[in-house]
């Protein structure tokens, strides 16, 4: 009755002053129908619900101040038709399996304001219910724990439908917002699908692949907005959010037990932030997490095949700190460069240096003179003072410790190596007071040489 008197002062209200009356009096007592009812499973409760909407859409006919209202008690309708036909048609199934059925309809009715709604409240109708669907969506993740795959994926569906019409409104009236609110649906529908449609299944290597598959993506779409022009270029703030995020979050389902899949997965983090970081607005976080992903993967690799060496994990550290120092070198100011690089390289030394010094390794000497003679040449190539110095002080220190530790050892090793050093002493004092003054003429060329060369 109040729907027929809404309806009637609708069509009066152009012949008659009293129409406007008599279609409030017909939605007040539709409103005042709602209370009437005592349970959901009664059938007046759909006929209720629907009488209500149609009088909210009848009133709100010219009045665009009141569209949201029959925005709002059409999805109210909706939501106790299903719950009606959940109560009065059981199936046996857990009451909560309604809940991804209002979710979805809440996504179908956001799809329907973003596409229908007057101009001046398509947005906010459009996010309002998205964020409904988004806040039944989660309630129903956070109770189901069951497999469920048909609402599953009749929830996924609809989110991700109105995944497309967000990112259709945020092209077309430059809606970052929106653009934001579709990557959260989908992550959301993703989410359903594999805790709802799964039954709760434990996260696993395939979800972390998901999440770096998913930062590509969005990577290349970023890329894309970003060549469109200004028409898409709203879409490339979020598109890197995305970039980012989505492989960052996905590392919560790596396989940190299995260090190689580990490692493998890893690399490909390295890889995907490496090709972020020629953003220029990306950079600076790209290198970092790139940087950060292949150490990661070299210590699990160290950890799967082999013992636990400091050098394994303080080398790859510090190799990669003098990298970034080099990449980053126009942001940072020359004394933090020169601080930087000292703490780097002395991690570089120190890391091949730490076993010949302590234990009896030949091999370990090799190396670390081999680290300690190519960082000279680099810092010799690089004008690069703390390269040369500390890595000539790193080589002798550690040739000398090797020297006492076999002489000590061994009496005829320590009479040669005596030997030798006495007659290199004598050689360096001959020279020196032969050639004196040339010696001090090159000498000091080489230090202001040197006092030109980077810290």
């Known amino acids: 009755a109040g729907a027929v008197a809404c309806l009637a002062g609708a069509l009066a209200a152009r012949r008659h002053p009293t129409g406007p009356v008599l279609g409030w009096a017909g939605a007040g007592l539709a409103g ?23 009088a909210a859409w009848t009133v709100a006919r010219g009045r665009p101040k009141l569209e949201a209202l029959a925005w709002v008690a059409s999805l109210a309708a909706v939501h106790a038709g299903l719950l009606y036909f959940g109560v009065a048609f059981p199936t046996g199934k857990p009451p909560e399996l309604l809940l991804p059925y209002w979710a979805a309809a809440s996504a179908l009715f956001a799809v329907g304001a973003l596409s229908w709604a007057r101009p001046g409240a398509r947005r906010r109708l459009g996010l309002s219910l998205s964020l409904v669907a988004a806040a039944e969506a989660t309630f129903a993740l956070a109770v189901i724990h069951a497999a469920a795959p048909r609402e599953a994926w009749v929830l996924a569906l609809a989110l991700a439908c109105l995944c497309v019409a967000l990112v259709r409104r945020a092209a077309t009236a430059e809606d970052g917002t929106a653009a934001y609110a579709a990557q959260g649906l989908l992550a959301l529908a993703y989410l359903c699908v594999q805790r709802v449609g799964l039954g709760g299944a434990p996260l696993s290597t395939a979800n972390a692949l998901a999440g770096l598959v998913a930062g590509v993506v969005f990577s290349g779409l970023g890329a894309w907005a970003r060549s469109e022009g200004e028409g898409r270029a709203v879409l ?30 890893l690399v490909g983090h390295a890889a995907h932030f490496a090709v972020l970081a020629r953003s220029s607005r990306s950079r600076r976080l790209g290198a970092l997490l790139s940087a950060a992903a292949f150490n990661g993967a070299l210590v699990c690799t160290w950890l799967a095949t082999s013992p636990a060496e400091p050098t394994y994990f303080a080398l790859p550290a510090g190799l990669s700190l003098l990298v970034l120092v080099r990449v980053f070198r126009a942001d940072l100011t020359s004394l933090t ?85 006495g007659l290199a002493v004598v050689a360096f004092m001959v020279l020196l007071s032969s050639r004196r003054e040339e010696l001090l003429s090159r000498f000091h060329r080489f230090q202001l040489r040197l006092e030109a060369w980077d810290g």
């Open 32 to 54: 005042l129908a709602l209370l009437g009812l005592r349970h959901s499973g009664q059938p007046e409760t759909p006929l209720a619900f629907l009488a209500f909407a149609g």
């Open 236 to 265: 490339a703030g979020p598109a890197a959010v995305g970039a980012f995020v989505f492989p960052l979050v996905g590392l919560v389902a790596a396989p940190w037990h299995d260090g190689l899949q580990c490692a493998l997965l």
């Open 337 to 421: 460069q020169t601080r930087m690089r000292a703490a780097a390289i002395t991690v570089v030394y120190a890391a091949g240096a730490w076993k010949p010094l302590t234990f009896d390794a030949p091999w370990a000497m090799l190396l670390c003179a081999v680290i300690c003679v190519a960082g000279v040449g680099v810092g010799v190539a690089l004008r690069i003072r703390s390269y040369v110095y500390l890595g000539t002080a790193f080589l002798v220190t550690t040739l000398l410790a090797n020297l006492a530790r076999y002489g000590a050892r061994d009496p005829r090793v320590a009479a040669v190596c005596l030997s030798a050093l």
